[in-house]
Nanobody, 119 residues
Framework: QVQLVESGGALVQAGGSLRLSCAASELAFSRYNMAWFRQAPGKEREFVSRISRTGLSTSYADSVKGRFTISRDNVQKKVFLQINSLKPEDTAVYLC????????????WGQGTQVTVSS
């Protein structure tokens, strides 16, 4: 069983920055494609960013492109999401996810970390 634990969420002012982390355990981490999603109250889960096994390929939702940066450390077994220029609409629970395939459903999910942006 794979465990994913997010951290780093906080209450911040608009324009500020955060660095979210996702730590994996009991996982051959380098075999997995990783991703970040977010879900705000009353909204459907939204894709934020993904990163390939090696970290050489990344992708971002249009809403966050240019402000968010995803990265990974396969030695520490962690995925990071650097968030800059925060906007109130970024407020959500941020979850990391893992899958072995390059497409389809994500198989493992963390519990999420809350990001709240005030104006």
């Amino acid at each position: 069983q794979v465990q994913l634990v997010e951290s780093g969420g906080a209450l911040v002012q608009a324009g500020g920055s955060l660095r979210l982390s996702c730590a994996a355990s009991e996982l051959a981490f380098s075999r997995y494609n990783m991703a970040w999603f977010r879900q705000a109250p009353g909204k459907e889960r939204e894709f934020v960013s993904r990163i390939s096994r090696t970290g050489l390929s990344t992708s971002y939702a249009d809403s966050v492109k240019g402000r968010f940066t995803i990265s990974r450390d396969n030695v520490q077994k962690k995925v990071f999401l650097q968030i800059n220029s925060l906007k109130p609409e970024d407020t959500a629970v941020y979850l990391c996810a893992a899958r072995q395939d390059n497409y389809g459903e994500y198989d493992f999910w963390g519990q999420g970390t809350q990001v709240t942006v005030s104006s």
